[in-house]
């Protein structure tokens, strides 16, 4: 067995398209998805807000202050002259303008008099643009001010003037701590990565090591050595499982090395909380429950692989087996699944689910005895399965 | 020596609405069963090479594959030196040298990572594998390649190298399933070359070919498969007195067809 594990594992180091998705692939993911994303995001949303904002103001006569405040922030916005009837939609999808502020004639600051003022404003609101909260950071001024001057004609007090903007205020009490919050947002994101990983890593070796073998034509002479078929089986199952774990290992190594460089490098901070909230135990935790989640994986596609009359047969069945993995861990992604009761017991949820409670710092670590129990017994199952398939002269002769 | 006697191998069809028209109107074919191998016998002593004949899909490879333990008869026996390959495949496997019609290659080992691989599944030492990968290269001229990945060989280097995988073990039996298919007259004269080595260091060699003229050169015992059952078995000296020497005349006498049934069977 361990004669086959070993020379199944030199050709697999001498396969370029293993190490990409074994070691290349899991050791760039995470800083393009955190690093990246955020880089692109935050240059967007940078630029959103630097850029100099064409616009016009219609009836600008009956707010002069307000229209002057526009014109005095020039390194904001830039007012182009339009005629009163213009097709303003047309001029800002022709980006001719940013925006078009339209200011009724009844604009004055005695609104107990003259109702609410309804300001129309024409944007393109498709992209990400700041026109809105920029347009909102000067009218808001005059907002207040025309508050103050209604108030005070009421004559009433701060308490009264806060009861009648707010009669009624909920006062959250956040009883989850920054750990709990980015652990529900981002815990149930990171299993359906590293799972993917974890089984894009052991694909390559396996479609090689059975699909591959009958392709070549060395499945036959294989069999006729005098090797016990179980052991042919477990040398080979071993091989993709060790490239299975090695891609876990390096996901979550990365996954951690890559959030505290990103962390401390780029400034992200919430990265860096998150990282600092995760321990060294979690992330050991994480990698133990990924053994039988790979163990899982590798004799599902080995049986596949042996199964297939071709490499390309064998990679289509196991691109339906990613859809077959996804399932589980969207089901932790939908809200109200928790790891309790049943799906302490239903693999690779339950792994799913884990890494969420782990990443949230709320795990029953009770729990893991359900999740090795039940993992580890449909793992030792299926490479049963993958001995009894390997022995079928009907999947290896097909 | 080997004693094959009365093997039979029937396949389930997978699909038997995708059989071809020929293949619906195969005798052997039973509802979804395909019986590949009905009735096959020969034998082949110390010392022996029997050419192992029959037209495309007479049940040659299915046999080959029984004997070599890849595949289960139904029923019959196989036999190599006392032992029941069917009772003991393991202690079989080691007595055999097979090369199968394939000649696969593990593409990313060189030629003699390929060869060193299945001795150490033998169970031989390493030393005894470099002095027999040596002993080998010489034999069949593969020096010039024997550290090259596989990936890059010739048809002609990749069945030097497969044959030498195949007896890396020093077998008692060697079996060649069409050791000459596709390789140039260079190639397939270095593997005569090889086959007659065995035949004079007293190890018995069935081989299954479709070049009667290697039959001719190499043979001394001719068995016939036709339909799955063993049609001729005997010395080569019988086989081509059936039509005065003239060995592809033989060959048809033993399928019972003249060269007019030849042409209709195309």
Known sequence: ?????????????????????????????????????????????????????????????????????????????TMVDIQGEADYAKLIKDETLDFVLVIPETFNNEVLTSGQHKLQLYLNDAGLNKVLGRVSEIVDVYTDEFQKTAFANLGLNESQQQALLSPIVIEKENIADDREVWGERLGGLLPYFIFILCLQGAMAPASDLGAGEKERGTLETLLISPMERYKLVLGKFFTIGVAGLITALITVSSMAIW??????????EFVAEVMAMIGIIDFVLIFLM?????????????????????????????????????????????????????WIWVPLTNVALAMKELFKGTMDYFALFGIFTSTVAIAAALIAFCVYWFNKEKVLFR | ?????????????????????????????????FQSVKDVSFSCGQGEVLGLLGPNGAGKTTTLRMLSTALKPDSGTVVID?????????????????????TGLYGRLTGRENIAYFGELHGITKSIISARIEEMADLLDMQSFLDRRAENFSSGMKQKTAIARAVIHEPSLV????PTTGLDIMATSTVMDFIQRLKDKGTPVIFSTHHLDEVQM???????????????????????????????????????????EVGQCG
Not at chain 1, 321 to 336: D, E, K, N, R
């Open chain 2, 218 to 260: 190499l043979c001394d015992r001719v068995t016939v498969i036709n339909q799955g059952e063993s049609v001729f078995n005997d010395s080569l000296a019988a086989f081509s007195a059936l039509s005065d020497g003239q060995m592809h005349k033989s060959f048809l006498h033993t399928l019972k067809m003249n060269t007019a």
């Open chain 2, 175 to 178: 079996v060649l399933d069409e």
């Open chain 1, 290 to 342: 990924l053994i039988p989640v790979v163990a899982i994986f590798a004799a599902v596609l080995l049986s596949l692989s042996i199964y297939a009359r071709s490499f390309k047969e064998a990679q289509s069945y196991m691109g339906a087996l990613v859809m077959v993995v996804v399932f589980p861990v969207l089901i932790a992604m939908m809200p109200g699944v928790k790891l309790e009761g049943g």
């Open chain 1, 1 to 77: 067995m361990w004669l086959i594990f070993k020379k199944e594992f030199k050709e697999l180091l001498r396969d370029r398209k293993t190490i990409i998705f074994m070691i290349v692939l899991p050791l760039l993911l995470f800083p393009l998805i955190f690093g990246v994303a955020m880089f692109f995001m935050n240059s967007a949303a940078e630029k959103a807000e630097n850029v100099v904002l064409k616009y016009a103001i219609v009836g600008e006569q009956y707010a002069p202050d307000m229209s002057q405040q526009f014109a005095n922030e020039t390194d904001k916005f």
């Open chain 2, 82 to 102: 006392g032992e029941d390959v069917l009772a003991n495949p393991i202690i079989a496997r080691k007595k055999i040298g097979f090369l199968s019609s394939s």
């Open chain 1, 259 to 268: 959030g505290i460089v990103l962390s401390q490098g780029l400034a992200i």
């Open chain 2, 1 to 33: 020596m080997i004693d094959i006697s009365s093997l039979a191998k029937r396949f389930e069809v997978e699909n038997p609405k995708k059989l071809s028209e020929q293949e619906k109107k195969d005798p052997r074919l039973k509802g979804r069963y």
